[in-house]
């Protein structure tokens, strides 16, 4: 396109006070090549945006510059169609939190201006992606239990089509192998209705079942996902759009107590799992000789909220050991039925099925550490009751239940990465720059991804996630973990938890079916291209992507999939070639605008510090320095980035090589409790860094000359001290030698 | 032929649940009406300092979903309204909506004049009463969106004028009138949210009598940096620092006689209110009182850490009284120790009442075709054909679960509006 520049100066709000606006002009007219430039009193009024649209449809103009508050504010007034536009902040991060009237705070509106004119000279406003092969609404739903039931039949209702898919010979996962239910309204037990979900399941027109079936391979992405799927030894393929992955859990392996709590030493003692199978089968016996159950104890916690076992609780197990001591107490009143608990954990309405076992005469014991005794066939359970504050003896136990937890399917199998280092032993361990992702080989998606065939996990098996904000979304694109091999959790959740799911799927078909992005960067258009003739097969993109959306083919060059791709643009920063760019950011530009920077000569003493910080929290941060009026040092020039994972370390040498005295990246915490939007951004941009740092020193030319700083976005209070102190820092280190050069 | 309006969804409340509903239904491709009563979104966790158990801020996360807000013109939001009635049935409700007067039109740039200009000063909402703010205010520094409010107390006054007129943008309008707003849409989701349970409720406890009794809402704002005392926790009586701290747990909740249900948050938020006093004060002493700790799944670590925390008490009994020591404002707690059957005087400095969660569907109306279950929740997701219930409307919930509920609600919500 013809590029036709227009900027606008907002003159209210402080900005006209404490700028020489006319000057500002003199730049934009000058340097910017502005064919049209205007100020105006108050631009964010109707008159304001009148005079825009008209220079739009009268004078021709498409790129526009609105030099006014910050990007984050009036989005909706400074927004025309048809052209592209960037928003200089000279509110908030010009006027509000410097001096007015000063040469330093106009120097930096000034340079602002020239380094969004430099945005704007090479930006174009993207086309959306759409792929060669037809794209694919369906949802694929792996695992027939009622997470993955539900998730089939939300989307059906919905009016999308499903394909669900489930390794055993029937539908219905462990709800099968259930007898009752606990869930809302948490009165009573409840009748088990699995039978009914697969009936309607089974029933529905657009949902079609493949049972004693697996995914033996899965390759594309969103919209373009291809399943291979294994029944009875014949192989069909579907095209997918989004999946949802509802592989179900597994009990935890009661043998590896190694006989805690008399398992393995007496029949009597089972664990939660094998009561369900008794009592689905009508009477609750003892397991030894089938004879009446008198006396029961149940015990929580087996092998759960224990490092050396489960490190978490499985959320469920308290509920279960009500509602089976209910039934035992239901079956017979006059039976004695104890549970020795830890902490009872009944969140919510749940406290009334608590209140219920107790109505029905069941025993609490709070206990720490209960112990079985098997003495024979005789069995007494020792526990120093906490309540009472003495200890007790159960003598003549018909029955011992262990409370033993859930195991996510995902949390099987080999260590991916671990087999790749053996496979490769001459890759060296420094190669793997950011930390490793775990991914288990479970045999569930067998994806065909570079990266590893299941989703990554973030601790005990379960996968990772923004498990706070943004639970539903992993580490791989348009796949959507729910039910309990996502978290520990019961039926009453996970018929919630598929719906979000199955909402999520459809959303990420909708979203790539139009070439957009989804979440965090949902509704961009813009997607990385590669120019591939300059590839040097360093395997650096495939192997930083976050989120595998790039394979890779035999000789090592990267195959991009553009539908299983975020947009954060780390693969960006990752190339040392610079071959990655979006129609809208790329390393050139981001060079041009620091290329653009006006830096005074060293004798002016004026050093120049380059800030590259996150746009999500660090820049909104940044925002709120000047909301509360504070200020700090005006040698800083920002820009913010899509993520600090795009850091491409030319930029350093880009800022070096124009004498700018320091670069400070903001970016979010990493590491296990990481806040990144795209998972190893920051930490990505910290190490390579940190490779800089050294070789800044091998060239004597110092190395505090970058840093990284951690920000989170409520952190406004302490950055413009962060900030000044940094500016001290670069004066007693001195001007950058590559000044004037 | 589709008829728009009915084929949009409406969410009622901007809290976490809400949010999602409206954001994930609008990028699946569906136009949403988001009608909050606060004069910002975000609801309440806009009020929290951290999360547990990452100990991040929720506005990493809020501007977040702003910015998906801002990008989607398929999302319309109302802020200072309320839902006034309900009638009609799926895939055609009517809802009458009223939206309060903000006194302060969209022409506001959000400079702040009006409020420089302002002397009357009210109690803070947002800090729960904690501290002043001038009664032309920007609600918090991070407001969405970024509009001043003026109290109707300061429009009605003379000071008005004086405010009015210091706005250069013709903002400002003491006239302005409640109005109302009629929507025809095609499915609602309902996602009002929870109020902290009264702690004047709890007779024995001394809030409200004594001023080193406060609130685990309260305790957020003191810990936030753009709280009342800029994020340094300190005792209200005397602004001392506090060397030992008590959290009570269920202070309402799991009691016959106030909440008998579990907020089934309030472990994990006084656990994550002892790593703040821990963080600043890094001698202090805190006990936590309990019944049962509540950590469920992942979080069950979060607990696991704090116990190995030497200056951490996990204290099994309930907190029968407190009574303060008039000369020091100290607090003395009578409890029983369950363990050792003894009964135990416990002196602190600050004590924080894990008050908890009254389902706001129990306070204020609800459309009739909504059944609420005897605590006031509306208990199942499809409360009506066409009629949604999500987070804490539902069921008591913490963020995560919110977010997931929402997420589920605008599925939901779509299907009721599909035509097959």
Request: one cysteine or more.
């Amino acid at each position: 396109m013809d590029k036709k520049i227009a900027v606008y100066i907002c003159t209210g709000c402080g900005i006209g006070e404490a700028l020489d606006i006319e000057q500002l002009s003199t730049v934009a007219t000058k340097e910017c090549k502005a064919a049209v430039c205007k100020n105006h009193p108050n631009l964010c009024s109707a008159e304001g945006a009148q005079i825009i649209k008209d220079d739009i449809a009268n004078e021709g103009v498409n790129t526009l510059i609105i030099g006014a508050c910050s990007p984050r504010v009036m989005y909706d007034v400074f927004n025309f169609e048809g052209t592209i536009l960037d928003r200089v902040n000279l509110r908030e991060q010009v006027v509000w939190s410097h001096a007015p009237k000063d040469e330093d705070t106009q120097m930096m509106a000034e340079d602002y201006l020239r380094m969004s004119a430099a945005r704007m000279k090479s930006t174009l406003p993207p086309e959306p992606y759409k792929p060669e092969q037809e794209m694919s609404t369906d949802i694929l739903v792996v695992g027939g239990g009622t997470t993955g039931m539900t998730a089939a039949l939300e989307v059906a209702k919905a009016g999308y089509r499903a394909v669900l898919v489930e390794k055993e010979d029937e539908l219905g996962g462990f709800q099968k192998k259930v007898s009752k239910n606990v869930t809302f309204p948490f009165k009573d037990v409840q009748a088990n209705e699995i039978q009914k979900l697969i009936s309607s399941v089974t029933a529905n027109e657009k949902i079609e079942v493949f049972t004693g079936s697996k995914i033996e391979k899965l390759s594309g992405g969103p919209c373009v996902f291809n399943a291979q799927i294994k029944q009875n030894g014949s192989s069909s393929e579907r095209h997918i759009g989004a999946v949802v992955m509802a592989a179900g859990w597994q009990p935890y392996d009661p043998e590896k107590l190694e006989k805690r709590f008399g398992y393995g030493e007496s029949a009597n003692v089972i664990t939660n799992v094998q009561f369900e199978e008794r009592a689905k089968s009508g009477k609750i016996t003892r397991p030894a000789d089938g004879k009446a159950v008198k006396t029961a104890a149940f015990i929580q916690c087996a092998g759960q909220r224990d490092p050396q076992h489960l490190a978490y609780c499985s959320a469920i197990c308290c509920f279960t050991a009500l509602k089976q001591a209910i039934q035992i107490k239901q079956q017979d009143p006059k039976s004695n039925v104890f549970v020795f608990y830890q902490e009872m954990r009944t969140p919510g309405q749940g406290e009334d099925f608590f209140r219920k076992a107790q109505q029905e005469g069941v025993i609490f014991v709070r206990s720490q550490a209960p112990e079985v005794l098997t003495r024979g066939s005789k069995i007494a359970v020792e526990a120093f009751d906490e309540l009472l504050g003495d200890k007790i003896l159960l003598d003549d136990v018909d029955m011992v239940v262990l409370a033993t937890g859930m195991v996510p399917a995902a949390a099987f199998g080999e260590d991916f990465k671990a087999k790749k280092l053996d496979e490769e032993p001459d890759k060296k361990k420094d190669e793997m720059v950011a930390s490793v992702d775990s991914i288990f080989m479970s045999d569930i998606l067998n994806l065909e991804y570079r990266q590893g065939p299941e989703l990554p996990e973030l601790k005990n098996g379960f996968p990772d996630s923004h498990f706070i904000c943004f639970p539903y979304e992993s580490r791989r694109t348009g796949i959507y973990a729910a039910g309990p091999v996502r978290r520990p959790m019961g039926i009453a959740n996970a018929i919630e938890d598929a719906t979000g799911a199955a909402m999520k799927a459809i959303q990420c078909v909708e979203l790539t079916s139009k070439g957009m992005a989804v979440h965090p960067r949902a509704g961009d258009l813009s997607y990385p291209e590669f120019f591939m003739q300059r590839c040097t097969q360093c395997k650096r993109c495939t192997e930083e992507c976050p989120f595998g959306a790039i394979n890779e083919d035999e000789k090592g060059n990267p195959l991009p999939q553009p539908t299983r791709c975020r947009r954060c643009s780390v693969c960006m920063g990752a190339c040392p070639e610079r071959i990655i760019s979006f129609s809208n950011y790329s390393v050139g530009m981001i060079g041009d605008i620091i290329k653009s920077i006006n830096v005074p000569e060293e004798y002016d003493e004026k050093p120049r510090m380059l800030v590259l910080c996150c746009e999500n929290d660090a820049y909104p941060a940044l925002d709120m320095i000047g909301l509360r009026r504070m200020t700090y040092n005006a040698w800083v020039r920002v820009i913010p980035v899509r993520c600090l994972g795009s850091l491409n370390l030319v930029w350093v040498a880009d800022s070096l090589s124009k004498g700018i005295d320091g670069i400070l990246l903001l970016g979010c915490r990493h590491g296990e409790n990481y806040q990144c939007h795209f998972v190893k951004g920051s930490e990505l941009a910290n190490i390579r860094l940190s490779k800089v740092k050294e070789t800044l020193d091998r060239l004597v030319l110092e190395s505090e000359r970058v840093r990284f700083e951690t920000v989170a976005i409520t952190d406004y209070d302490k950055l413009p001290a962060l900030l000044d102190e940094y500016a001290e820092k670069l004066v007693e280190i001195g001007p950058n030698p590559y000044k004037g050069y | 032929m589709v008829d728009v309006e009915t084929q949009s969804i409406l969410v009622v409340g901007g809290g976490m649940s809400g949010l999602t509903a409206a954001i994930d239904a609008a990028e699946a491709g569906h136009e949403v009406y988001l009608v909050e009563k606060n004069p910002y979104l975000g609801g309440r966790v806009a009020q929290l300092h951290q999360y547990f158990p990452k100990l991040c801020p929720p506005y990493c996360g809020l501007e977040l979903n702003f910015r998906r807000i801002k990008n989607n013109s398929k999302i319309h939001f109302i802020t200072m309204a309320e839902v006034e009635t309900v009638s009609g049935q799926k895939g055609a409700w009517d809802v009458r909506i009223k939206i309060n007067p903000r006194y302060v039109n969209e022409k506001c740039t959000g400079c702040g004049k009006c409020s420089e200009a302002c002397t009357m000063e009210i109690d803070n909402p947002f800090n729960y009463g904690m501290d002043k703010i001038k009664a032309a205010y920007l609600p918090h520094d991070m407001a969405f969106p970024q509009r001043y409010v003026i109290d109707p107390e300061l429009a009605k006054s003379a000071q008005g004028r004086t405010v009015k007129e210091s706005c250069a943008y013709d903002a400002i309008e003491l006239d302005m009138q409640a109005k109302t707003v009629d929507l025809k849409v095609g499915a609602i989701v309902w996602a009002t949210g929870w109020s902290p349970y009264d702690a004047n409720k709890l007779d024995t406890l001394g809030f409200g009598n004594y001023p080193n009794v406060i609130t685990n809402v309260m305790m957020e704002r003191l810990a936030a940096g753009n709280g009342p005392t800029k994020g340094k926790i300190v005792r209200p009586s005397d602004g001392k620092e506090p060397q030992t701290v008590g959290f009570i747990q269920c202070a309402g909740s799991r009691d016959e006689n106030n909440l008998p249900f579990c907020s089934s948050v309030c472990c994990l938020a006084s656990m994550k209110q002892a790593t703040y006093v821990r963080e600043q004060y890094p001698d202090a002493k805190i006990y936590i009182f309990f019944i049962d700790i509540r950590a469920m799944d992942r979080l069950e670590s979060f607990y696991a850490n704090l116990k190995q925390d030497g200056n951490v008490t996990f204290f099994k009994g309930k907190v029968a009284k407190i009574e303060e020591d008039s000369a020091t404002k100290n607090l003395v707690l009578r409890v029983e120790d369950t363990t050792a059957g003894s009964l135990n005087r416990i002196t602190v400095d600050l004590a924080v009442l894990a008050t908890g969660m009254q389902p706001n569907t129990s306070l204020s109306p609800v459309p009739a075709l909504a059944q609420r279950d005897d605590y006031g929740f509306i208990a199942s997701l499809q409360a009506a054909p066409g009629f949604f219930a999500a987070g804490c409307s539902r069921t008591p919930v913490n963020v995560s679960e919110a977010v997931q509920d929402g997420t589920a609600a605008a599925l939901k919500a779509i299907q009721s509006i599909v035509r097959r």
